[in-house]
């Protein structure tokens, strides 16, 4: 399980980010200030911190090489949207720059996107009878390769990357066909069928009912 360090002094916000990546498997630590953060960092070994830059003390861009120095990724998260700021930002080592206020969808996809980045091992999902690979783009059923289409593919990587959390069908839509896709959603419910007739998924590819669906792992 990936660990996630929180440097915020807002604790409604710090309070809405753990949900969200708690909600899809991260497991976090907080801090509401710079002192409490390099306090908490080398015990908690985070894989990547969420850094606020406008913090009581030491603010953010003082912090950023704290964490870099030991080999954690950063993302700044903050109110500051000014593009000197943020090249400020990405300039000191940041992976990422995100301004407040943000969708909490964005915020999960960004977050995957520097973690694997800045993974040094191969990325693979167990779930029961399944193996998968996201580098090698393969799906394993007891130990047999089942061919899955690029879309269908791509369509269970993002529900596996955001399991138990309820995804809309146009958010699928725009996370695995693009913006600019002119279809419907109805699209999404057909490939939902396969994945879940390929795979025997049907008890964990959820449907939310009117909204969308969700990778329900059980827990253990």
Known sequence: MKKILIVDDEDKIRELIRVNLEIVGY?????????????IVDKFKPDLVLLDIMLPGKDGFELVDEFIKRNIPVIFLTAKDSTIDKVKGLKLGAEDYITKPFDPMELLARVEVVLRRSSKNNE??????????????????????????TKEFDL???????????????????????YE??????????????LRK?????????????????????ED
């Open 198 to 218: 390929k795979l025997d998924l049907d008890d964990s590819i959820i449907t939310v009912f009117k909204y969308g669906y969700r990778f329900k792992m059980k």
């Open 27 to 39: 497991n976090c630590d907080e801090a509401e200030d710079g002192n409490k953060a390099l306090d």
């Open 156 to 178: 269970l990587e993002v529900l596996i990357r955001n399991k138990n959390l309820a995804l809309s069908r146009e958010k699928l839509l725009e996370m695995v066909w693009g």
């Open 124 to 149: 693979t999902f167990k779930y029961k009878n399944l193996e998968i690979d996201f580098n090698e783009r393969t799906v394993l059923m007891d130990g047999e390769e089942v061919e899955l289409t």
């Open 181 to 194: 896709y002119l279809g419907d959603t109805r699209t999404i419910d057909i490939h939902i069928t396969r």
